[in-house]
């Protein structure tokens, strides 16, 4: 069985490039959710405007229509500030030390070390705090639940 390392520790949550323990990545949560919110509204968007500039992109007559021309621009134009907003948010928590799950699922892992090895504790909205992990580089569809009984 996994035990994660639940070392209390001093500062909080994980100063960038150490390994987040169970209690420092759950101290983060609150600016976490937040950020994970604005990047689901924000990714929902972005796919609908892609969507709907695949379909136009489809139909040439459209495309070629001059009274089309400014709409089409301004779909690009928000196509862009919405991207780039959401690339924002992915620096934002790249600057927690911590990784969304891209394609966006909403899940954010955490480096942590659980006896002994490198893995990710992992996050995602509908969890009520971090209470899985995967291994480095796997799907979220992996996690396990983390077993908190253990001290180091």
């Known amino acids: 069985m996994v035990r994660a390392i639940q070392k209390s520790d001093e500062h909080s949550p994980s100063k960038v490039g150490e390994p987040f323990t ?46 089309h021309q400014e709409e089409l621009a301004d779909i690009r134009d928000s196509l862009q500030g919405e991207e780039e907003q959401l690339a924002a948010c992915i620096r934002e928590l790249n600057a ?29 909205p509908d969890d009520e705090g971090v209470e899985y992990w995967h291994e480095m580089g796997q799907s979220s569809a992996l996690r396990q639940k983390v077993n908190t009984n253990v001290t180091q």
Do not use: Y
């Not at 959710?33 to 459209?62: P, Y």
């Not at 006896?115 to 992992?122: D, G, I, Q, T």
């Open 22 to 67: 169970v209690d420092t990545a759950s101290k983060t949560l609150p600016l976490v959710r937040r950020i994970v919110a604005d990047m689901k509204k924000l990714n929902e968007t972005v796919e609908r405007q892609r969507e709907r500039l695949r379909v136009i992109d489809r139909l040439a007559d459209t495309i070629d229509q001059p009274e």
């Open 96 to 124: 927690l030390g911590l990784e969304p799950h891209m394609p966006f699922d909403g899940c954010v892992d955490f480096p942590a070390v659980i006896n002994r090895r490198a893995v990710c504790l992992c996050w995602h």
